[in-house]
């Protein structure tokens, strides 16, 4: 590979998943669009880059998959504690040496003032 190559990232945005999430009475009766989205900071990049071979980095729909089973029949009060689960599973799929950042996003929280969404975000 190019010796020029100084850092490389991988950001898969707008994942939305339905996720019964929220405090206030009737947020979770019905599940709400919640949007992650997931960067994967290499400590050096990925070998895929080199070699055109799935194996040698991060699988989209692996991630994917693994927040969706995350946030399967189960209900999360707050943000942050579902971005936790999150962080904490796809945690698993990322070798330590990477970083790992995950936002986050609910859609529409209850408060008519917040019309872009609420973020919370984790690094690791």
């Known amino acids: 590979m190019s010796s020029t190559v100084r850092s490389a ?21 019905e599940p709400q669009r919640v949007e992650f989205e997931v960067t994967i900071r290499f400590a050096s990049p990925p ?4 070699t055109d071979d799935l194996a040698d980095t991060v699988d989209y ?6 927040i969706k089973e995350v946030v399967a029949d189960r209900r ?9 689960r999150v962080f904490e599973n796809l945690r698993a799929l990322v070798p330590p040496e990477h970083t790992l950042e995950i936002a986050v996003r609910k859609v529409t929280p209850p408060v008519p003032e917040i019309t872009g969404g609420a973020v919370f975000t984790l690094v690791g």
């Open 9 to 29: 990232h991988l950001v898969i945005r707008g994942i939305a998943v339905p996720v019964r999430l929220g405090c206030l009475p009737g947020e979770q009766d």
């Open 47 to 50: 070998a895929g880059v080199e």
């Open 61 to 66: 729909g692996t991630v994917v998959d693994r």
């Open 76 to 84: 999360f009060d707050l943000v942050e504690h579902l971005a936790g």
